[in-house]
């Protein structure tokens, strides 16, 4: 099945520093989204984005949506130990489809 | 309000069989999206039902089957269980179907085929 180009694949980050991950697609999204999932656990939701340019915060994260339609960025800054876990980014169609189409994920590892 | 509430939560069943799980929504989401989880194919879609009507489906074979009920639970079956099957098993909601609805997942069904 597709996935959507994720990198970086796995990131070794001590606490404090800031952290960068995105997202490439070859395919228009409407809608980009940005989940966290914990092991053994369903991915939550973080940011959800609606509009090509558009930038959002969350606390200490920020997404971007590309202009292009076909990418987006999520950002962590001050990194906690609680972070830990992999990021997903999805894509949501065009359309009446409420199909996600997820990337392969980023797993982050914070060190003290 | 409460979370997606899927069940079982862990499963353990031998090939040939079959294995029916639960998804109970987001009270006031009508709209239920399943999705397959595993290390080398990663999220991939399954189905997608709202108003007991199934929407979209992506690209699994016809062992996998859905449906949805009056109050909006949903559940999935998988028939003649293959070892690949093996999985976690999501189950997202939104409050409507269509690409500008966020979609909330449940903790999932853990699924192991012996």
């Known amino acids: 099945g597709q996935q959507l180009n994720q990198s970086p694949q796995s990131m070794f980050i001590q606490e404090g520093e800031d952290v960068s991950m995105n997202c490439t697609s070859s395919s228009i999204f409407n809608t980009w989204l940005w989940y966290k999932q914990d092991p053994g656990e369903g991915p939550v939701l973080l940011i959800a984005?609606?509009?090509?340019?558009e930038l959002t915060s969350n606390g200490r994260l920020t997404a971007q949506f590309g202009i292009t339609r076909k990418d987006s960025f999520l950002n962590i800054s001050a990194s906690i130990p609680s972070d830990v876990g992999i990021y997903f980014c999805a894509g949501q169609g065009t359309g009446t489809a409420s199909k996600l189409t997820f990337g392969t994920g980023t797993r982050l590892q914070v060190t003290l | 309000k409460a979370g997606v509430t899927q069940t079982p939560r862990y499963l353990i069943k031998t090939r040939g069989q079959q294995v029916t799980l639960s998804c109970s929504p987001i009270?006031?989401?009508?709209?239920v999206s399943w999705y397959q989880q595993t290390p080398g194919q990663g999220l991939q879609f399954l189905f997608e039902y709202f108003s007991e009507t199934q929407r979209n489906k992506g690209n699994f074979p016809g062992r996998f089957s859905g449906r949805q009920f009056s109050n909006s639970r949903s559940e999935m079956n998988v028939s003649t269980l293959e070892l690949g099957d093996s999985a976690l098993y999501l189950c997202?909601?939104?409050?409507?179907?269509?690409?500008?609805?966020?979609?909330?997942f449940g903790p999932g069904t853990r699924l192991t085929v012996t």
């Open positions: 984005l609606y509009k090509a340019g």
């Open positions: 009270s006031g989401h009508r709209s």
């Open positions: 997202a909601s939104s409050s409507l179907p269509g690409g500008v609805y966020e979609q909330y």
